[in-house]
């Protein structure tokens, strides 16, 4: 087997988002750019107030149209070169995909997207500056924002598994490993694959993981040269 061939499969999470100046909710006691977390990204909240998480969601998709993928993104992008590349991603922005990923995976959902309220195979991509209402129809259909709720099942999370369970090389960068069902890919790993996973404050990890305590641009920096070295300059993998 060539190297080009290894399956790399990546999770993210929020750490990668981060360094680009995207706010998360992962260190501030369950605030969400001042909002509790459970009034704007739960089935709950959107059921209670749905005219704030729309208003929520516009200003996130606002937002997100200020900032660029960082270093991390780019050298993800750039060991597609190499290795039959898939992300998974955690994270709603569409940051992968404007760094060139190929094969992304959004666990729970993405941002810039709305979906039908009556029918979930419904969705539109609207972009950054549009916005919603309640009230808002899209060709007859009531919306609400294409984003897995809390309370709600992870409609890819399937397809995530079956990613994780082809695995040649698993990574896992920026995310505390506490959201399930998120956190459990690394459960279906195959047990001779192995696993980096890039953190400045990881999480306590089966043994055999290989854990780069650094934050996501300065530790992908540090795992490309490795599987350069160890998958590509190897010539017994080469040949």
Do not use: C
């Not at 290894?6 to 706010?23: C, D, H, M, P, R």
């Not at 997207?113 to 129809?137: F, N, Q």
């Amino acid at each position: 087997m060539t190297a080009k061939r290894l399956k790399l499969v990546v999770s993210t999470g929020a750490g990668i988002s981060a360094e680009s100046g995207i706010s998360t909710f992962r260190d501030a006691d369950g605030l969400w750019e001042n909002h509790n977390v459970m009034d704007v990204a739960s089935a709950d909240g959107f059921a209670r107030n749905p005219a704030l998480v729309h208003q929520f969601y516009n200003e996130r998709r606002a937002a997100l149209a200020a900032v660029e993928p960082n270093d991390a993104h780019r050298i993800l992008r750039r060991l597609e070169e190499y290795f039959d590349m898939y992300v998974i991603t955690q994270n709603v922005d569409d940051l992968h995909e404007r760094a060139g990923s190929s094969n992304i995976t959004h666990l729970h959902g993405e941002l810039t997207k709305v979906r039908a309220l009556d029918d979930e195979s419904r969705v539109w991509k609207i972009g950054y500056h549009e916005t919603t209402t309640p009230d808002t129809v899209i060709d007859g259909h009531h919306v609400r924002p294409h984003i897995v709720f809390f309370q709600e099942a992870v409609p890819m999370f399937e397809r995530a598994t079956e990613l994780a369970a082809q695995a040649d090389i698993f990574v896992i960068i920026g995310t505390s490993l506490v959201v399930y069902p998120a956190a459990a890919l690394v459960q279906y790993v195959p047990r001779t694959s192995p696993v980096y996973y890039i953190d400045p404050r990881p999480s306590r990890v089966p043994d055999g993981v290989t854990v780069i305590r650094e934050n996501a641009t300065t530790g992908m920096a540090e795992l490309e040269r490795i599987l350069i070295d160890k998958y590509i300059k190897d010539e017994s993998i080469k040949h």
